[in-house]
């Protein structure tokens, strides 16, 4: 079984930066709000990518990777949610 991922645009409010975000659908369900990283305090070669402002349910993590793409990013988000409980 896998879930049916999907994107939504959404400007994120972040000190003037940091602005373009993605919510993540599962199964029409939010399951994470993405940001682009843009501001100049991080790291320059991280400049672009992706990071989870926000994650819901299994998606609710303290550390999670960047990622190059939105795509990326959603498809951590299906496995996280695939993982079977421990």
Same mark, same amino acid.
């Given at each position: &079984?896998?879930?049916? =991922?999907?994107? #939504?645009? &959404?400007? %994120?409010? =972040?000190? /003037? $930066?940091?602005?373009? /975000?993605?919510?993540?659908?599962?199964?029409? #369900?939010?399951? !994470?709000?993405?940001?682009?990283?843009? +501001?100049? $305090? $991080?790291?320059? #070669? $991280?400049?672009?990518?992706?990071?989870?402002?926000? /994650? @819901? +349910?299994?998606?609710? %993590?303290?550390?999670?990777?960047? @990622?190059?793409?939105?795509?990326?990013?959603? !498809?951590? %988000?299906?496995? =996280?949610? &695939?993982?079977? !409980?421990?």
């Amino acid at each position: &079984m896998t879930l049916d =991922i999907s994107f #939504q645009p &959404m400007r %994120v409010l =972040i000190d /003037g $930066h940091d602005s373009e /975000g993605k919510l993540v659908l599962a199964d029409n #369900q939010l399951a !994470a709000v993405f940001v682009r990283l843009d +501001g100049t $305090h $991080h790291d320059p #070669q $991280h400049k672009g990518w992706w990071h989870l402002e926000a /994650g @819901f +349910g299994k998606c609710s %993590v303290r550390y999670a990777p960047l @990622f190059k793409t939105p795509e990326e990013a959603g !498809a951590w %988000v299906e496995q =996280i949610l &695939m993982r079977k !409980a421990a």
